[in-house]
């Protein structure tokens, strides 16, 4: 099963990589999916296998160092992606310097610079709210002028999308391919037996535990019953 998931996911990641703004939303539903189950069918595995890697009196403090590891690694991931994102932004709207609605803005603002546009700013602009304030903007303009920056601001959103598209596809392609590395580790891990007993009654184990923090005996005459 693990190793249905972790063919499941890249393969769901790579097609992520394909988006672009003529992607359906039940496309991207459709892919979500499947990225879901993947992780969904192989990280309860991952959990079990470790668990039972220790021993059972070890089980609180391994779940929880599992937990702590992932919840690290999600935060440098995120950290990680996001900047693979947001520079990829950076170099693919550099080239859009000289184009005609860029050129109007800089010319009402000499400070503005398509470099300084990020993720969160072009959504802002995409949005059906971001869109409206622009066409509320571009309506005191002369006429004859107002007319060619809507036709240029039109012409501009559509680029805009296209760079955001290839962005996001491009952080779903490095995933992909870290996936794939992690698809070719697992066939490296040593097969661990699940256990079938935890060895002893609890009551037992906690007496066990405590005779030995007390140094009543040492754990290796512990009896066996």
Do not use: C, W
């Not at 779940?63 to 690694?73: H, M, N, P, V």
């Not at 950290?79 to 009402?108: E, H, P, V, Y």
């Not at 962005?167 to 996936?179: K, P, Q």
């Amino acid at each position: 099963m693990t190793i249905l998931g972790l063919i499941i996911v890249p393969i769901a990641l790579y097609l992520l990589s394909g988006i672009n703004p003529q992607t359906t939303q039940m496309g991207l539903v459709l892919r979500t999916i499947f990225v879901g189950v993947g992780f969904g069918i192989t990280m309860p595995v991952f959990m079990i296998v470790v668990q039972n890697a220790f021993e059972h009196s070890k089980l609180g403090v391994v779940t929880a160092s599992t937990q702590l590891f992932r919840s690290i690694g999600g935060t440098v991931g995120v950290a990680i992606m996001g900047g693979i994102l947001n520079n990829s932004l950076s170099s693919r709207l550099s080239d859009l310097s000289g184009d005609k609605f860029m050129q109007t803005l800089s010319r009402f603002n000499p400070n503005f610079s398509p470099e300084g546009i990020n993720v969160n700013k072009m959504q802002d602009l995409l949005s059906s709210i971001g869109q409206a304030q622009i066409q509320a903007n571009l309506s005191v303009l002369p006429p004859l002028l107002k007319v060619e920056v809507i036709q240029a601001f039109s012409q501009f959103g559509s680029k805009i999308k296209e760079i955001l598209a290839l962005s996001i596809g491009e952080v779903f392609l490095i995933a992909s391919l870290i996936m794939l590395i992690a698809f070719a580790a697992s066939f490296f891990l040593k097969e661990i037996p699940l256990r079938k007993s935890h060895g002893r009654p609890a009551l037992e184990e906690a007496g066990v535990e405590i005779a030995v923090e007390e140094g009543e005996f040492r754990p290796k005459d512990q009896p066996r019953i």
